[in-house]
């Protein structure tokens, strides 16, 4: 597992080298990250690639995060993926167009006790989450989602604007 952990972030690491997509946009710096034959995106420079036990893979800075996977199956896959993500389930957030195709997107906030502790005055940080679901051909589809952990409820989460740009610049290989 090491082994093909270390061959991915290789791979990352040469693609992100060599590719054109790299540089400015939206008035920032992007580099091109992503899986050979499957997906190709623009994460901010400071963030590191990690491949995560799902098969997918996790982009962040340590705060923020973005994380890519591909699941098999159909919408109603899609519905059971959602029911897994536990409470509070993900609400609709309209759509959006990924790599030309349009996506289902959901958003949802709650509050994580950081040392489980349910008393009153335990720590505990507030998780924006949004995520987008994207149809893959022939079946299956891609999961992605952003995560934004506060000290404090925020409206407008920090990175929201990185997470549109990281939506933009996903393409998916055929």
Request: net charge positive; hydrophobic share 35%.
């Amino acid at each position: 597992m090491r082994f093909l952990a270390a061959v991915l972030a290789l791979c990352c690491a040469a693609a992100s080298s060599a590719s054109p997509a790299s540089g400015k946009r939206g008035g920032m710096d992007w580099k091109s990250a992503g899986v050979a034959g499957q997906y190709r995106c623009l994460i901010p420079p400071s963030w590191r690639a990690k491949s995560v036990s799902d098969g997918g893979m996790r982009y962040g800075d340590g705060i923020l995060a973005v994380s890519v996977t591909r699941h098999g199956g159909n919408k109603d896959s899609q519905e059971s993926f959602l029911g897994s993500l536990g409470s509070p389930r993900p609400k609709a957030a309209g759509t959006a167009r990924v790599s030309g195709i349009q996506a289902r997107m959901f958003k949802r906030q709650y509050r994580l006790n950081l040392r489980g502790d349910e008393s009153p005055g335990a720590e505990t940080e507030w998780i924006y989450e949004e995520t987008a679901l994207v149809p893959a051909a022939p079946d299956g589809f891609w999961v992605l989602s952003f995560e934004s952990p506060s000290p404090t409820h925020q409206k407008t989460p920090e990175g929201l604007g990185l997470w549109k740009e990281f939506l933009r610049g996903f393409k998916i290989e055929p």
